[in-house]
């Protein structure tokens, strides 16, 4: 885990589970759909991933809410 830390230029206390869920937010930021992240994360249920798709939905609700 550290070559790859080391090699990708991330912080080294970075933990697997941090980029996992780094990973989920980015595809929910880039609207991925809930399979997809469950399929991309290998979650068994949608349970986990709604934490990330209700945060991009948060996030996206907020960004058209600076558009008004």
Known sequence: ????????RLPL???PHGLRKALGRLLADAGAT????TAALSH????E???YTREAD???????ANLF
């Open 13 to 15: 206390d970075c933990k």
């Open 49 to 51: 991933l709604e934490r």
């Open 44 to 47: 068994l249920t949608l349970t």
């Open 34 to 37: 809930a399979h997809e992240i």
């Open 58 to 64: 948060r996030h996206r609700g907020g960004r058209r």
């Open 1 to 8: 885990m550290r070559a790859a830390t080391t090699a990708a």
